[in-house]
């Protein structure tokens, strides 16, 4: 069963950053465009930012310059680095492999306040 574990959120203040990872199995990580997306609290799930096999990305306008995506090829694992984080930022924040119909994982919350 294929399965994206995502870890790293928590509580920062706004300004701050938080760096995400999303772990999948090789397989997975080598042969698909990764994507993170989020949920904001009342709204639907939106697309974030997306790092293809190649190493291009590409984010939504409200991230671009302050969230990098990043990938480690021998642990599996995409890293968003977020930065200069504001209260609109708050959300559970997911991966997945794009064009894969796999289960969702159980996302990571994100919650900038101060």
């Known amino acids: 069963q294929v399965q994206f574990v995502e870890s790293g959120g928590g509580l920062v203040q706004p300004g701050g950053s938080l760096r995400l990872s999303c772990a999948t199995s090789?397989?997975?990580?080598?042969?698909?465009?990764m994507a993170w997306y989020r949920q904001a609290p009342g709204k639907q799930r939106d697309i974030v930012a997306t790092?293809?096999?190649?190493?291009?990305?590409n984010y939504v306008e409200s991230v671009k310059g302050r969230f990098t995506i990043s990938r480690d090829n021998a642990k599996n694992v995409v890293y968003p680095q977020m930065n200069s984080l504001n209260p609109e930022d708050t959300a559970v924040y997911y991966c997945k492999a794009r064009g894969l119909g796999a289960p969702w994982g159980q996302g990571t919350q994100v919650t900038v306040s101060s």
């Open positions: 790092l293809t096999r190649g190493g291009s990305t």
């Open positions: 090789g397989s997975i990580f080598n042969a698909y465009t």
